[in-house]
Structure formats: structure tokens, C-alpha cells
């Protein structure tokens, strides 16, 4: 290595300073160019404590911050041609509305934040969508669920989860299919299961399947035992739950117990999660439940899905998390195309089809009309998309096996 | 007394200037502040001066919203308010004739059961009857007109706690709360007196209740009828002071300024503090907050 | 309905209301002899719960094994918050009634603490595991054989527990503690040793109850409260302080449970609980079984 110690002329030194002083400059002129792009912050209120936090930690909040690190690994978020760095403005609505309200309040009103993410849940969707409509912040909400949301009509507001119609005739549609002819069904007493019961009657209708018996039950019941006893004289060909996790499980495990093993066996809420597979284990297999998409849906699911296990240790579910992953997929396409000027990315999303890991996205007013309504089974330790057959990932399996 | 009303009138215009001065967020925050106040300082003229601690007030708030839920279509903002009063007075007439005979503890869990009772017996009937589960509030008045309400009910307790304390009525109730059979043998009229101020707090509760249930725009019963809106009106006014008259709003500006600024940070702490706070007062401070200021021979 | 079906729904009755029974002892102890009413009851409950399914899944140890650890355990924590709290509250307090008052108020706030850091360390996610969950038929009914074994240690527990108290000496102590503190002071019961010790026990047996009940249901640091408002009708319906009462009393609350629930809907159930409840405390706030 030859050095020059004593540069013979001044210009020369001084090239060699300049050069020296120029050069962590040079190094750091990357990071001086991004540390002054200003970020883009993006506010929401999720449940960490309180009833809610359950299915916000599983579903929701894990996507938004495997989506700012993915976004901000690349070197920020692309508003429109320039890279952004990501700043999330997030904190705990403790699953109190009034707590929610104010937070979104402040974070539109007061911080004037630049997107918004939404809260889990229909309950805190339906406080917090007209003022976001008000504000005009546009709202991609991945676990809302009822029809009273779409008639409300707001025009930021975006559902991203297929409503109880179409899962409901999707369900119907395969039980047709595959020859059933009388079903048994249970439903919580809340909007979610009163929605899609009404929605399976509807559904049923012309159907050729008759519904032998159906009960509500609240919200926290501990025994479903009678109800499935009774159940399992009428030896219906499908039985049909709407339900939410903690009565999924209650109603399986207490299906194993007391050998009630119809043809076909739906779960609506808590199938999909990775939950129903730990507790289950063998019994779960060959059940159906709520689920539009897994690994094998498109390349980026299976992306997505890596990821979020590299980073949480924990699977998504194989519904409303692709549907939240969807919904910021087209807020990130959106935010390139038409910048942050939140009434342009509101046209955008409302007017294109989108492509996203569980497939072509597409509003109609409020309601996502580009995912259909779908049905899942639980096969050799993967949830599969069983119906429609377009997106299908494995072929029905029937009847359903014996309880493991 | 004077002084009393000198200090509630000050208070009162402090907040009635918020909304022009503060942000969106303050504005928020000061209306939790009053709705509690509110809730709280109704529940300790009764309860804190007869010691009958009633947790139903969330089924007289849930009453109160349902109330507003249903009839905002039809009656005018302040007619629904005070629609919910009513019927959540008239409801608590009903409960006191059959409870109050009871004391302690069993009036506390019989109000809890009766909370729940009437939560469940709403849900069945919404479910069977109208087909639905909740009600989706289309007619909500601006955000101003439900903080000035709010500020109004709370300004409205505060103010009639503190006429009560000096009247006969309060006096009764009380002597009620120190020796009820003594005051009997003196000649009051214990189950009227009872029945009357159980009502009193029910209708600030339903009033309340109506007003709130706009800012959700959805409502149902495991919403507004949640035993955790007794829960803490109680703890507020018990680590308030629920035998005094400032205590309760004074505990409900920090409780709303605690809750806040520890939420934003460590929001399990908060309610765990919460709980911490509360053994802590009952064990070494069973006047309340208030009895560290006020000493009252 | 045939005879089997009716056994069936019977016996699955009997099953849930062994739960019931199995929850309710703890409270029961804790307020028939201390009138201390431990709203925080099931908070302590889901605590054993958790300890097991942490134990099951990530130590492979059996519930079985944990059941005595859970009861060791939470008689352990029973004392402590005696110690810290309760022995204050019947020091300062003048009256019985201004003690019954603050000490509901004490549970309150243990109420918040306990659930918040149960979240707090756990996160809000419900949880849960599969043991001893294989149908065991009996006749032409089938049952899992963790709800069996659940109902025979309800039965074998408050059994012992009615056994302990009326035949060992400690158990004359504590029920003269209970039909009269002043008279069992005077006759020379210790109430300072009796009451932290009969607390504690309260307090493992919802241990107990939180373990056996981990193995059949799902858990979450929620799951407590709905077991709080079980054992409170429970020993309201069987008369506060009575190990038999609350027994019967819980089997009966399940059995009515069941057979409301074939004939009508589950929705109806918890109408149909706290009916009961209320109407047993307004008419006969002594319990269904008491003789005055």
C-alpha cells in the first residue's frame, strides 16, 4: 500500500481534505436525504386490553406493524414517486368505544394525521365511521361486518370482509352442491350471528335443504351440551354455527363429546384461527368454517404469511388477516398513485379493481364485491379454500371424518 | 353554602368555554370528565349518604340510551333526554319499592343482578320481537349540543347535591345512612325517602345514558348496559369521597386525566392502578380524596 | 322424550352444575364465615387456570400434578392479600356492615388488578388445550371424561369440606365462628388464626376450580367474572355459609339450566339464572334450604 504522507503542493493537501471531509458526507447523504423526507404518519386505536383485544391482536394490529417495517425496510412508503418514511401514531382504545371516538377525534381533528387505520370490530367501526366520513379520511376496515354498515353509505368508508350474504350463500351453495338436505344451526345472539342466520334463511330458500332445527345462545355460554344432544337425534346432514371463537371450540369439542358427527360441520368465527388448530388438534380436521385465503391463495400470501410468522411467531388467520393485509396493500397502491390527498386515494379505491394476496378487490358503494363469498376446511393441519372452486386451494373432502 | 355555589358556578363557566377555546380532543376529554361527574356525584347523594351502595346505574344508563336510541327520530334532543330520565326514574321506583328493604351487601349484588336482568331481558326482547341486536343512531345533533348537555347534567348534580345536603331530604338520607332504625323511631319515612333518592340518581343516570349513546352510533345491550360504567361511577365516587360533595368530581377529573395520559403510555397499568388506588383509599383513606381537604368536625 | 335422553340431559347438568358447585365453595367460605364478599373470586379462579395451561403446554406437566401446586399456590397469595388487606379493613372498621361494605370495595379493586395483570402478562388472546377430552360412554349417553372427572373431584371436594367442618376440630371452630363471632371469641377460637387461614382456602379452591376448569373450556384473562356471578346465585340459592346448600344448590342451578335450555333456547338461560337469583334473595335472602 503506497500512501502519500507529504502531499508536495497545497492543492493537493487540500484535495485530499476535501476529499477526506467530503466522504462521510457522501456516506451520509443517504440518510440525510431520508431523515429529511418527512414522514407520513398514519394514526389508528387498536384493542390491546379489554374483550376486544383477543381478535385485534390476532387479526388486525400485527399486519399494521409488519406493514410500516416492510414499507420502511424499503426506504419508507411511495407517495407518489417519492419514499416516505412510515411514522405510526397508535394507541389503546382498552375495547371502549367512547375511548376509541375520542382517539380517532383527536388523531383527524387535532394531529391531523395523514391516513388513518381502522379499529377492530363492528361495534367501534360503526362510532368511528361517520366522523372519519366527516373528516375525510378514508376508512379501509378489515373486521366489520353488517349490513347496516353498508347502508349507512358513507363514501370513505370501505368494508374489505365479504358480508353475511354472500359467505352464507357461498355455504349454501356448496352444502347444495354436495347433496345435503337438512342442516341444524346455532347462532350467537349478536349482530354477527343474527345478520348471517338471517341471511342462511334467505339463502336456504329454494334451496332444496331444509333447516331441522335452530337455536340462539348468548354471548359467553358455557355449555352448549343440550343443544347438541337434541341436534344430534334430528341427525341432520350439516351442522351450521355461527359463532365466535370461544363457542367454535365450545361447540366442537363438545360435538366430539357427545359423538355428533354430521357430514358436514361449519364453524363460522375462530376456524380460521391457528387457535382452532392447537385446540382441536386431529379433531379438526375435515371442519368448515370462514376463511378466503392461505399460502397457496397467490404468491404474495405465502410472502405475507413468511413474514408475519418470521415476525410474530404466530400465524395470521385465514380470514380477516388477509383481508386486513389486502386493505393495506391497496392503501400503499393508492398512496403511490394519488399522493396523500386523501380524497384522491378515496376515488381511487372506490373506483379500481385492485390486486391483492386474496385476489381482485372491488367496491360497490361500501361493500367489497370482489371477494367472494367463501367457504374453508381443515385439511391435514392447513385451513384450504373448499368453495368457490375459481379459488379454491384443495377439493372438498366428504363426509367429514370422525372426531379425531 | 355561598361558597359552594361560587365555586360550582366558576367551574361551570371554565367548562362552558371549553369548546370554543380547546381542541377536538380536549374537548372530548372534558366531556368523559363531566359525564362521570355527573354519574358520580348523582350516585353519592344517595348512596353516600344512606351507605346503600347501588351498582345498578349502568342499567339505568343503558335505559337512558336506549330511551334516546329509539326516539330521536321522533321527539326533539332535550324531550329524548328527558324521556330517558323518566322511564329510568320510574324503572328504579319500581326496583327500590321491591329492594330496599335490604341492606349491605345484598342490596349492592341484588342492584347488579337486577343490571344484568334487565340487560338480558332487552337483548331477548330485541332479538325475538324486533329481529335485531342493536340500534343504529340516524339522527345525531352536533358534537357541541351533547357537550353542553353533558356539562348541564353535571353542573345540574353537583348543584343539587349540594341544595340537598341542606334540605330535610338530605338530612333524612343521611340519617339513614348512620342508624336507620334510629331515624325511624324519629319519624321518617324511610322507604319514601329511599325510593326518592334511588330515583334521583337513576334519572341523572338515564339522562346521561341518552345523551352518550349519540357520540356511538350504534348501540347495544352489552355496550350501554356494561357493568363497567358502575363499576367505575362507584370507584370514583368511593375514592372521591361518596360522603362529601366534592369529592366525587373532583376523583372524576383525575380518574379522566389519569386514565388518559396513562393510557397513551402503559394501558394496563392504568386499570391496574385503578384497582390499586381503590384498596389503598379504603384501607388508609376511607373518607375519600375529598376528606384530605375538608375538615369537617 | 325417552328415559336416556332424559338421564342424559340430566346427568349433563349434573355436569355443569358440579362446575358451578366446585366455584362457589371458595366464595361461600369466604363470606359465610368472614362476610367478605370476594367479587375478585373468579379473577383468582382464572389465575389457576392459567398456572395449569402454562404448566400443560409449555412444561408438559399434567393438570393432575398442578392441582395440589395450584391449591398450595393460591392459599399462599390468599394469605398475603389477608395479611395486606382484610386483617386492616376488620381493625379499623367499626361496624359489620361498614366492614362488609369496604371489604366488597377491596375485592373490587382486586377485581382490576388481578384481571390487568393476568393481560398484561398474557395478552388478551383466549387460550386453551386438549386433556383427558376422549368420550367416555355410559350407557347410551357419552361424555368427555375431563367433565367426569370435574364432577367427581366437585363432589369429593365439597364433600370433604362438609366433613372437615362438621367432624375435626378446626372445622367446629370455624362454623361457631360463623353462626357467632363474638360468642366464639369468648369461648376461645382464634379468630386472627382462623380467618387468614380460611381465606386462603377459599382462595385455593377457586385455584382448584381454575385448574379442572382449563382442562375443558377455553380461557382468558376475562373469564373470570361470568364465574363470579355463577358462585354468587349459587350460594344465594344454597344460603351463604352452607357447604351442602351450595352444593345442591349449584347441581340444581345446572340441572334447571339444562332442561330450560332443550326446551326453550340458551338465550333464555341467563334470564332464567338471574330470575332465579333475584327472586330467591327477595323472597328468601336466607337461601332456598334455610329453616328460619
Redesign the interface.
Known sequence: MTSRRHPTSGSTRRTVVGALAAAPVALAFPAIVRAQAAPVKVGYAI????????GA??SQEPNFLLWAEQQNAAGGLNVKGTRRPIELVS??D?SD???C??TY??LM??DKVDLVLPPWG??AN??V??IANRMGYPFLAPTALSR?LVE?KLPYFFLLLQQPKPMMDALVDLLKANGAKTMAVIYV???FG?ENY?ALKVAVQGSGITIVED?????????????L??MK?KAPDAFVGLTY??DT??AS??A????FNPKFFYASVGTAFQ?YR????A?AEGVLGMGSWNVKTSPGAKAYFDAHVKKFQKEPDRWASGACWAGLEIMTAAVAKAGLDRKAIRDYVASTEHATIIGKIRFVGSENVGTPGSVSQWQKGEFEVVWPKPIATAALQTPKPPWG | MRRDLVILFVLAGAALALPFVASDFVVSLALSCLMYAALASSWSTFCGSTRYLSLATAAFFGIGAYASALTLGELPWLAAIALGAAIAAAVAVVMGAAVLHLRGTYFAVLTFGMTELIRHSIAYFEKQVTGTVGRVLTVVPERDTVYLTVLGLAFAAVLAAILIRRSRFGLAMAGIGADEQRAETLGVDTRRVKIAGFAFTAAFAGAVGAAMSVRWTYIDPATVFSPFIGFQTVLIALIGGAATLWGPLLAAVVFSLLAETLRLSMPQVYMMSLGLLLILSVLYLPGGLASIRWRRP | MTFGAWAELIASGLITGGVYALVALGLNLQYGLMRILNIAHGEFLMLGAFLTWWAQTSLGISPLVILPVSFALLMALGLAIHRLTFRRLARTSGDLDVFEARGLMVSFGLMFLVQNLAQWLWGGELRGYDWLAEPVAIGDARFAANKLLLLGLALLISAALIVVLRTTLLGKGVRALMQSPTGAQLVGIDTTRLHPLMFGVGLGLSGVAGCLLSTAYTISPAMGEPYTVTALIVITLGGFGSMAGALVGGLGLGVIEAIGMHFTNPSLKTLLSYGIFIAVLLWRPNGLFARR
Open positions: 384493542a390491546r386490553t379489554g374483550p376486544w383485544a383477543g391482536q390476532v394507541s389503546d382498552r368505544i367512547e375511548t371516538v375520542r377525534e383527536k381533528g387535532s363492528s361495534n360503526f362510532a365511521a361517520p347496516r349507512m345472539d349478536d349482530l343474527l338471517a337455536k340462539s345462545y348468548p354471548l359467553g355460554v358455557k355449555d352448549l351440551g343440550p343443544v344432544r337434541s337425534d371463537p370461544p371450540i365450545l369439542k363438545q366430539k363429546e357427545i359423538g387457535l392447537n385446540v382441536m388438534a379433531g
